[in-house]
T-cell receptor, first 116, second 112 residues
Framework: DTGVSQDPRHKITKRGQNVTFRCDPISEHNRLYWYRQTLGQGPEFLTYFQNEAQLEKSRLLSDRFSAERPKGSFSTLEIQRTEQGDSAMYLC??????????????FGPGTRLTVL | GENVEQHPSTLSVQEGDSAVIKCTYSDSASNYFPWYKQELGKGPQLIIDIRSNVGEKKDQRIAVTLNKTAKHFSLHITETQPEDSAVYFCAASPGSWGKLQFGAGTQVVVTP
């Protein structure tokens, strides 16, 4: 399978615990995005990488959230001291760098986080 | 920032009929408009997109139209089939590097 993969697919944790999610983009894609999707809503942008550089972060990304892409390939999203409001689907997408915004973003299956 | 509104929130159609979903956007700088289909438990799947220098694009039973003056774009699905049942999202890209602002989604149900 050459699509975007995410691990784990589901995560249940207790409030206050730390969690980490992994995203493996399509191999030749150098742009990687994280989005969050709550029930009944469209995905909301969290952050974006071009290669290993994190170029933009949304105001949704509080200081409890941190994302990395150390070698410009896979990425991790960590949430510290989870809160019940963090419960959501966390989606990763990747795209190939082309001039302008005309870059098709391909999404992974997502990680469903439930904070008890 | 960009704001995308999507209507209707739910749409029920008989198999074989057409379905139309409409979106409006606020940022005149947006120039890329993809549509995604999301099935239960899966990530969004890109089904068609349109760029600002084009008014209409068609791919088999799916077509998208764009009116930049009015800042709205629409998805048209003809000859609907039960497998078209899913949530559809429109999006707009206002940035130079492709950040997407999504609408709230339309739940499409196609009944046989």
């Amino acid at each position: 399978d050459t699509g975007v993969s995410q691990d784990p697919r589901h995560k249940i944790t207790k409030r206050g615990q730390n969690v980490t999610f992994r995203c493996d983009p399509i191999s030749e894609h150098n742009r990687l995005y994280w989005y969050r999707q709550t029930l009944g809503q469209g995905p909301e942008f969290l952050t974006y990488f071009q290669n290993e550089a994190q170029l933009e972060k949304s105001r949704l990304l509080s200081d409890r959230f941190s994302a990395e892409r150390p070698k410009g390939s896979f990425s991790t999203l960590e949430i510290q001291r989870t809160e019940q409001g963090d419960s959501a689907m966390y989606l990763c997408a990747s795209s190939l760098n082309t001039p302008g915004p005309y870059n098709e973003q391909f999404f992974g299956p997502g990680t469903r986080l439930t904070v008890l | 920032g960009e704001n995308v509104e999507q209507h209707p929130s739910t749409l029920s159609v008989q198999e074989g009929d057409s379905a139309v979903i409409k979106c409006t956007y606020s940022d005149s700088a947006s120039n890329y408009f993809p549509w995604y289909k999301q099935e239960l438990g899966k990530g969004p799947q890109l089904i068609i997109d349109i760029r600002s220098n084009v008014g209409e694009k068609k791919d088999q039973r799916i077509a998208v139209t764009l009116n930049k003056t009015a800042k709205h774009f629409s998805l048209h699905i003809t000859e609907t089939q039960p497998e078209d049942s899913a949530v559809y999202f429109c999006a707009a890209s206002p940035g130079s590097w492709g950040k997407l602002q999504f609408g709230a989604g339309t739940q499409v149900v196609v009944t046989p």
